[in-house]
């Protein structure tokens, strides 16, 4: 409920108009299911802007030739599809469904762009729980637990940083569907999950 889907929606878009065709992103769920959800708040974002959905291909264009793809990887061995691939964004939606980080690392590697694009990045968002949690936990919120802290990848150099979404950031949300923490308190049985809703 803190908006992170249409923060990575908003997160690629922004990026269109400065670099063009250059500018090529991948967004990823876990299952197609879960993908159907994305597309379905992207087709109601996007439109606005110019770009065009294709069905068959699942992908945005935009008039100046940026893309973006939505996508799923199911097991760690799908990740390897995108072998020779090259993004100048990548995106993970609920990344704590993924019970290893071996795509995540993996697609970390077409992190690249022979346009010289200067601020290729990766976004990923997730709720606490699910398969992957620990892992997630470990990498991105156990560096700087309280977040808005930088912190560099010893092996790739690169910056992360851990930003904390609550139920109570979505003001729409809540002003819309005031019992929707209500819900989410009925299926929190943990002290993770409560922390989040509280928070």
Same mark, same amino acid.
């Given at each position: 409920?803190?908006?992170?889907?249409?923060?990575?929606?908003?997160?690629?878009?922004?990026?269109?108009?400065?670099?063009?065709?250059?500018?090529?992103?991948?967004?990823?769920?876990?299952?197609?299911?879960?993908?159907?959800?994305?597309?379905?708040?992207?087709?109601?974002?996007?439109?606005?802007?110019?770009?065009?959905?294709?069905?068959?291909?699942?992908?945005?264009?935009?008039?100046?030739?940026?893309?973006?793809?939505?996508?799923?990887?199911?097991?760690?061995?799908?990740?390897?599809?995108?072998?020779?691939?090259?993004?100048?964004?990548?995106?993970? *939606?609920?990344?704590?469904?993924?019970? +290893? &980080?071996? !795509? =995540?690392?993996?697609?970390?590697?077409? %992190?690249? @762009?022979? #346009?010289?694009?200067?601020?290729?990045?990766?976004?990923?968002?997730?709720?606490?729980?699910?398969?992957?949690?620990?892992?997630?936990?470990?990498?991105?919120?156990?560096?700087?637990?309280?977040?808005?802290?930088?912190?560099?990848?010893?092996?790739?150099?690169?910056?992360?940083?851990?930003?904390?979404?609550?139920?109570? *950031?979505?003001?729409?949300?809540?002003? +819309? &569907?005031? !019992? =929707?923490?209500?819900?989410?308190?009925? %299926?929190? @049985?943990? #002290?993770?999950?409560?922390?989040?809703?509280?928070?």
């Amino acid at each position: 409920g803190g908006g992170k889907s249409d923060f990575l929606l908003g997160d690629f878009i922004q990026d269109v108009p400065t670099y063009a065709s250059a500018w090529t992103g991948i967004l990823f769920r876990r299952t197609y299911n879960e993908l159907e959800e994305l597309v379905r708040r992207s087709r109601e974002i996007y439109p606005a802007s110019g770009a065009v959905w294709h069905e068959q291909s699942k992908t945005w264009t935009w008039p100046n030739g940026a893309m973006l793809r939505m996508r799923y990887i199911e097991r760690d061995a799908d990740a390897t599809r995108y072998q020779g691939h090259q993004y100048t964004w990548i995106g993970w *939606d609920e990344l704590t469904q993924w019970p +290893s &980080d071996y !795509g =995540y690392r993996f697609l970390r590697g077409r %992190l690249r @762009s022979a #346009a010289s694009v200067p601020t290729k990045r990766i976004r990923a968002a997730a709720n606490p729980g699910g398969v992957g949690h620990h892992w997630v936990k470990a990498y991105f919120v156990d560096p700087a637990p309280g977040g808005f802290v930088p912190v560099e990848d010893s092996t790739t150099k690169m910056r992360r940083m851990f930003i904390p979404a609550r139920l109570r *950031d979505n003001r729409i949300l809540l002003g +819309s &569907d005031p !019992g =929707y923490g209500d819900r989410l308190r009925g %299926l929190a @049985s943990d #002290a993770m999950v409560r922390a989040w809703l509280e928070g």
